[in-house]
């Protein structure tokens, strides 16, 4: 029998790493941060102790950790609504493109005739990419996301994704066709 402690990590990089938080017009430099992207909260490091950020309790606008810019937005997973920490992959005139990373959890899994017993763990999924403005975000499922975000024609986002040689399964390219249709 396991214990359902989960053999793999559940944050974006293990270790806690020197971050930055804005808080009502505040900065706090180089707090030890580490996102727990399965509870979609941080965890901070002060001296011996360990705080928790979550995106509903904490009033924080903006966190720097791991490379990203995390903001709190309003997400609509499962026609719920769900205030979140997102990654802002690119960003200009009010309008953004959005990350939110995603990790689920294996539970322990009993023996069988076949397989042997296996302990619960957690595995990284593929991300969800939103687009923003203002409060509406809008999850990306395709280029129809694109048209109905712009408001313009799906055959124009069509043809950038062509002229382009985009894969709208690719982050960098996901980058790129939001910045020839923001311009």
Known sequence: MFIDAPERPRY??????????????????????RYDVFNDMFEAQLGQNMTIIDPVSNPIDTIYCNGYKFV???????????????????GKKGQALFKKFNVYLNPVTEPDGYSEAKPANFNASNPDYYLGKGETVLLIKGAKSFAAFFEVE???????????????????????LFRELIH
């Open 72 to 90: 709190r937005k309003f997400l609509q997973p499962d026609k719920s609504e769900v205030l979140s920490h997102v990654a802002v992959l690119y």
């Open 12 to 33: 974006l990089v293990d270790q806690f790493t020197d971050g930055r938080v804005l808080m009502n017009n505040t900065v706090y430099e180089g707090m030890k941060l």
């Open 154 to 176: 799906l055959r124009l986002v069509k043809e950038v994704v062509k002229t382009n040689q985009l894969r709208l399964q690719n982050e960098k390219d996901l980058i790129t």
